[in-house]
């Protein structure tokens, strides 16, 4: 399995309060992205980084921020958690680009605005 | 655009039935295609992936067929199992980006 790790694994949090998750990779590959599960919607992109510092928006990036400091981790912050952003949240690593390549996830953050 | 759509679920067989979940797809240039799967409570995991056409992908008894004729990449198990319930998702990538694109997942339950 790949090295990935998300955290936390489940949080609740209150509407109004910034909130962020954390993915932390062991492959040292290059390209990393955060993703949310929402029934009906399948998986959708919110931010990817292609390296350090180095990262650019999905198609739901609103409300949503993320930093890559260093290669191993991708943080993504809900600036103003929102109950609409109450989601399954899924980080993915993939080694290079092109094609060819699969990406690998992590095991989720569920998380719950109230 | 590029994207997927996928066969709407649920679906439910009994166990040793014939499973069918169709996908198709919309892309530029030439896309990889890829059904991922994901059982409860944990992450996608990658099932099987073909990257030209003509390109069959198997895994576990599950196979799909790249048709760039008809856009298809359809999942097909001749025998499925109760352990084969989980949520299955088409997702293609394409040449030009970093992206990964997918269908909106297709939910399979195996009852004995």
């Known amino acids: 399995d790949a090295g990935i790790t998300q955290s936390p694994r489940h949080k609740v949090t209150e509407t109004g309060t910034p909130v962020t998750l954390r993915c932390h990779q062991t492959?040292?590959?290059?390209?990393m992205y955060w993703y949310r599960q929402d029934p009906g919607h399948g998986l959708r992109l919110i931010h990817y980084?292609?390296?350090?510092?180095?990262?650019d928006k999905g198609e739901v990036s609103d409300g949503y921020s993320v930093s890559r400091s260093k290669t191993e981790d991708f943080l993504l912050t809900l600036e103003s958690a929102t109950s609409s952003q109450t989601s399954v949240y899924f980080c993915?690593?993939?080694?290079?680009?092109?094609?060819?390549?699969?990406?690998?996830f992590g095991q989720g953050t569920r998380l719950t605005v109230v | 655009g590029d994207s997927v759509t996928q066969m709407e679920g649920p679906v439910t067989l009994s166990e040793e039935a014939f499973l069918t979940i169709n996908c198709t797809y919309t892309?530029?240039?030439?896309?990889?295609l890829f059904w991922y799967v994901q059982y409860p409570g944990e992450g996608l995991q990658l099932l099987l992936k073909?990257?030209?056409?003509?390109d069959k992908g198997s895994n576990k008894g599950f196979e799909a067929t790249y048709r760039k004729e008809t856009t298809s990449f359809h999942l097909e198990k001749g025998s499925v199992q109760v352990s084969d319930s989980a949520v299955y998702f088409c997702?293609?990538?394409?040449?030009?980006?970093?992206?990964?694109?997918f269908g909106t997942g297709t939910s399979l339950t195996v009852i004995p």
């Open positions: 993915a690593i993939r080694g290079i680009t092109g094609p060819n390549t699969e990406a690998f």
């Open positions: 492959e040292n590959h290059r390209y």
């Open positions: 980084s292609y390296g350090v510092k180095d990262t």
């Open positions: 892309a530029t240039g030439y896309p990889s």
């Open positions: 073909a990257t030209k056409a003509d």
């Open positions: 997702a293609l990538s394409v040449e030009s980006g970093n992206q990964f694109y």
